[in-house]
């Protein structure tokens, strides 16, 4: 079996993906070729997917979860916006979504695409104001969203109020833990089904799920949800889908499920404690050195670095990339070992 070269990632701190596990390596070479998007020809992936909805329902506090394996947290998080839109077709014809600014870039390919109104609230403290929020919701408003665990900084938003304040409106609430989702489940934090009445969730195996790209995840309360997605297809044994894209990857699927029979729960949580620690180190090396950092809260570290970082450590070989506001950041992923981030502060110091 023909194995990555582990100097791939070897200087990646950029990537909210990363090497996958030997297993899910394994399992997506033998489904290579297999279309969970057939179900009626291709029954042991389409069994898979049912195999891994449900553990992605474990980890995020579900029992009989609804849901698919997507593309990734975009075509999750636009089929959310598709749900609660649809949903709420009969009661307005200028749906709008209310979500915090730091919300991922999908959620206006998802505004744009679906004629929804994407309305951003402004954040304090790197975290979702509900108060903003709130003052963005009226009777159009057809969904909220949170996030657990976002793109930048790695911060969880305050799901329970989020999910009051959408309760509240009669609009559904969204939480993308796209990033977080395997890590969430070892904190204190409130994210999940079991913590809040969410209804629709994004979870992707291949970022910290260490599944093979593409593997996303979409979970819903209950099936009536992504009914709201539903197309028939007459030619196909099966005689509808709800997901976005037709022929769909079974590696992704198979990988997801070879992925978290072997890490759930024990391996993540291991991965999260290392992760966490790792982050923590990072963040006081970077503070002793005198530079404001930010988090970590989930293992992600920004920190305002004045040394011209970009173009000299990328020719070093380091892959870091910045917030919007001009900070280093660098994802704690599973492939980021301490030795990695002590080479990284070694060169940091040698401006
Ligand atoms: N939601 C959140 C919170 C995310 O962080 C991301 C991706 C998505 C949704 C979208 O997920 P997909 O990219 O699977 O559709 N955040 C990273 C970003 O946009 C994605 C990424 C991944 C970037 C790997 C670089 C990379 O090498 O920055």
């Known amino acids: 079996m023909q194995r990555a070269a582990p100097q791939d990632f070897d200087r ?42 449900e553990r992605l329902g474990a980890i995020t506090g579900l029992s009989d979860p609804a849901g698919y394996v997507t593309s990734g947290g975009t075509e999750a998080n636009i089929q959310a916006v598709r749900v609660a839109r649809n949903r709420a077709s ?18 206006r390919k998802a505004a744009e695409l679906l004629g929804v109104e994407l309305r951003t609230a402004p954040t304090t403290g790197h975290r979702a104001d509900v108060d903003a929020m709130a003052e963005l919701v009226d ?10 665990g976002t793109t930048e900084y790695g911060f969880v938003d305050p799901i329970p109020a989020i999910a009051d304040l959408a309760a509240d409106a009669g609009a559904l609430c969204h939480v993308d833990a796209a990033w977080g989702g395997f890590y969430l489940p070892f904190t204190d934090h409130e994210w999940g089904f079991d913590h809040a009445a969410v209804d629709t969730l994004t979870i992707d195996p291949h970022k910290v799920g260490q599944a093979a790209v593409p593997a996303g995840g979409l979970l819903a309360r209950s099936a009536d949800l992504l009914d709201e997605l539903a197309i028939d297809t007459p030619y196909l044994e099966s005689t509808s889908q709800v ?59 920004a920190a305002d670095l004045s040394v011209p970082m970009t173009a000299e450590l990328r020719e070093r070989g380091w ?33």
């Open 12 to 53: 990646v701190l950029s990537s909210m993906c990363t090497e996958p596990h030997p297993a899910a390596r394994e399992a997506a070479e033998r489904f290579l070729a297999t279309n969970p998007g057939d179900p009626g020809t291709y029954e042991q992936v389409a069994e898979l997917e049912r195999e891994a909805v």
């Open 90 to 107: 009969d009661s307005t014809e200028d749906p709008n979504v209310v979500a915090p600014e730091h919300v991922h870039f999908s959620f």
């Open 139 to 148: 009777d159009d408003t057809v969904a909220l969203v949170g996030v657990a």
């Open 243 to 301: 997901t976005l894209t037709g022929t769909r990857s079974g590696a992704g699927v198979a990988s997801a499920v070879a992925a978290m029979d072997a890490l759930w729960s024990e391996g993540y949580r291991e991965q999260y404690e290392r992760s966490m620690a790792n982050a923590e180190w990072l963040a006081d090396q970077l503070d002793a050195r005198g530079h404001d950092v930010v988090g970590p809260e989930l293992p992600l570290v």
């Open 319 to 351: 892959r870091v990339s910045k917030t919007g506001a001009g900070e280093m950041r660098v994802v704690c992923m599973p492939h980021v070992t301490r030795s990695m981030l002590r080479s990284f502060v070694a060169d940091l110091d040698w401006y």
